[in-house]
């Protein structure tokens, strides 16, 4: 079992940055792969990015492209979501999952991840 817990969020204006860390419990983190999802106020929770266990593999919504990038710490049991030239369409809540994997293959629904953050809040202002 893992347990992820979501920080870094906050109020930034747009073209701002922002780094997120999502730090992980247990022994077997390099065995899950992680992902960030975003929800914002009346619609669904929405994919943002996800890395392979070993980090070799990433995924990005469209939406992020070339703005976002996730990184990992196995050593230090840490996701990383550097987010530069933020939009106020950035602004959600943004939680952090683990799914256990056997291979190196992502994941970008939410059905794919067990594990999940309470979340950390991201405003962007205009």
């Known amino acids: 079992q893992v347990q992820v817990v979501e920080s870094g969020g906050g109020l930034v204006q747009a073209g701002g940055s922002l780094r997120l860390s999502c730090a992980a419990s247990?022994?077997?983190?390099?065995?899950?792969?992680l992902a960030w999802f975003r929800q914002a106020p009346g619609k669904e929770r929405e994919f943002v990015s996800a890395?392979?266990?070993?980090?070799?593999?990433?995924s990005y919504a469209d939406s992020v492209k070339g703005r976002f990038t996730i990184s990992r710490d196995n050593v230090k049991n840490t996701v990383y979501l550097q987010m530069n030239s933020l939009k106020p369409e950035d602004t959600a809540v943004y939680y952090c999952?683990?799914?256990?994997?056997?291979?190196?293959?992502?994941?970008?629904?939410?059905?794919?991840?067990?594990?999940w953050g309470q979340g950390t809040q991201v405003t962007v202002s205009s």
């Open positions: 999952a683990a799914g256990y994997r056997q291979t190196n293959y992502v994941g970008v629904i939410v059905a794919e991840y067990r594990y």
């Open positions: 247990g022994r077997t983190f390099s065995s899950y792969a």
């Open positions: 890395i392979s266990r070993s980090g070799g593999s990433t």
